[in-house]
């Protein structure tokens, strides 16, 4: 009796437990690594094309290929977009420039749920005009920055520069501080420079690896008294390294005495608002730090995609 007693006991216990657990929704919870690219594609007269799917692309990692698991068209995915503009003396020339262009430039651009923000830099990383989906705001804080007020916050850590001029240190901390964090996003970041640096923490090869890991695409417009033709040897460095930069992570440099200043604006935002992003799931599993070379092709042979050149496997 004693025994049916405590086998009905506990019966009793597993049927609450059962119920209780019933009662609260089951969970399932995993962990992927999905590999983000955000690209833009053209056809062979540079012309952008939209309204392609899933299906028009291939992504090869390191010689395998490998299956697209998340994509998505150029407007369901909101812009995050950092200004980073050159204020050093070499730039002092431009400012009204810069003020002029940008602020036609982000009133065409930002759309209901975009944002933007805007970094002045010489030694100093200033964040004249933190995240925001205003473009009066935006041009504002440039503005104040232009006539003197320097009481907008610094980005990255506090620095004793000697020389005037971190490019370097401003694109990195843009990114790892500001847009890293900018989840589901299409990030896109546009300097306005000449394309020299001298006082920097971080070199070339770390902005763009920090542009590579957070899938960030890089534009510039190069502003300089120097024709092409008078270029002297910091001049042809800083056009390479603005090349570079823009070319490793899916972006494109334009020179302002190559193509009008109008047409380079117009070009980059009509492709950043004509953007796909394409996801998948790495087949190499191992986060051993190394640089997978990443090939994205269309599956039309007359189009051209162009996206950042992999990414480092952290």
Known sequence: MRSLKLRSLVFLLFASVCSLHAQEPYTYKTETHLVDFTISVHDTQGGLVQGLTQQDFRVVEDGVPQQIRFFAHDTQLPLSIGLIIDASGSQEAFVKAHERDVEKFVREVLAPGDEAFAVCFGNHLRLVSDVTGSSSALVAGIQRFDKGDRSAPE?????????????????YFAIAEKLASRAERRKVLLILSDGQDN?????????????????????AVRYTDSKPNDLNARDRYGVRALDHLTAQTGGKAYDVHQVKVEQAFAEIAGEVRS?????????????????????????????VVRSRAGYYAR
């Not at 850590?157 to 694109?171: F, H, I, M, N, S």
């Not at 006082?199 to 534009?219: G, R, W």
């Not at 087949?283 to 997978?292: H, I, L, P, V, Y």
């Open 155 to 171: 980005i990255g850590p506090k620095e004793e520069r000697e020389l005037g001029t971190a490019l370097y240190d401003a694109v």
């Open 199 to 219: 006082s920097s923490e971080h070199d070339l090869m770390d902005a763009i690896e920090e542009a590579q890991n957070q899938n960030v695409l890089v534009y």
């Open 275 to 303: 953007l796909y992003e394409v996801a998948y799931q790495s087949t190499n599993r191992e986060r051993d730090g190394a640089f997978r070379k990443v090939t994205i092709q269309a599956v039309r042979p007359d189009l």
